[in-house]
């Protein structure tokens, strides 16, 4: 049952007012080691609303993985639950999570995670060809999706003709193509310059401005401060959760 409207996870639609993007309460992730028990997360409560740029961090251990699995419906929780756009997707099968990450979410990993001997063209157009979107649409929405990370010249290019900035590129526009409710970074810059770190960062607060959902995860505070909110994690739980005042919100306006 969806949680009623006052809830600290969630507010309830009414009129124009949407849920929010994530919503997630009480949520708990145990694992069982060397006979123990690691609480990864030990009751985790927050919300992003549509549009946000957020950035997670914490240090090793501090559970910030944990969660990004669990928003990226990698994982489930142990306990609590997860709203996804509206859509309790805590409890899922694995084939209805699987349905959820191609649909709803884009992901951006440090490492890329394009198929070395594809041109970029067809890297872009993996999610839909999964999703089973007819071809000549897939190339029409992957060009579209280059066009917008500036990198249509490149569309028969394969990852080890581009630099690491183009492959990250590439990797934002793979994950723009399915139209997500979510975008979803995990150490963005990690493997970059800090050059190109900031080519990619100015990337983030374009999408942000365009009113992208964002939710990065970093250990960088230099990174995470050019986001728009900031939560840190520490022993699975929310330390803080503030607003930098650095970054844009959707439609340009400071925070």
């Known amino acids: 049952m969806r949680p009623e409207a006052g809830d600290d996870a969630t507010r309830a639609r009414s009129g124009n007012d949407a849920a929010p993007v994530i ?21 985790v409560t927050f919300t992003v609303d549509h549009g946000e740029y957020i950035a997670i961090m914490g240090p090793s251990g501090s559970g910030k993985s944990t969660l990004m699995n669990i928003l990226g419906c990698l994982d489930t929780p142990t306990r609590g639950e997860y709203w996804l756009d509206g859509d309790r997707v805590s409890g899922l099968s694995e084939r209805e999570l699987a349905r959820v990450r191609n649909r709803e979410i884009g992901f951006v990993f440090q490492t890329f995670h394009l198929l070395p001997r594809a041109t970029t063209l067809r890297n872009v157009e993996l999610p839909l060809l999964y999703a089973g979107v007819p071809a000549d649409e897939r190339r029409r929405r992957a060009t579209a999706a280059l066009e917008r990370v500036g990198l249509k010249d490149r569309q028969r290019h394969r990852p080890n003709e581009l630099s690491g900035g183009q492959c990250q590129r590439v990797a934002v526009a793979r994950a723009l193509v399915t139209g997500p409710s979510l975008l979803l970074a995990d150490e963005p810059t990690g493997n970059l310059d800090s050059r190109t770190g900031e080519d990619v960062l100015e990337l983030f607060e374009e999408l942000h401005a365009e009113s992208h ?15 728009a909110r900031r939560v840190v994690l520490h022993d699975g739980r929310i330390a803080s959760d503030e607003r930098t005042g650095t970054a844009m919100h959707a439609g340009g306006r400071t925070t």
């Open 23 to 43: 919503a997630v309460r009480n949520l708990e992730r145990e694992y069982a080691m060397g006979g123990e028990t690691v609480h990864a997360l030990a009751g």
């Open 213 to 227: 959902t964002i939710v990065l995860v970093t250990h960088d505070p230099d990174v995470a401060a050019r986001a």
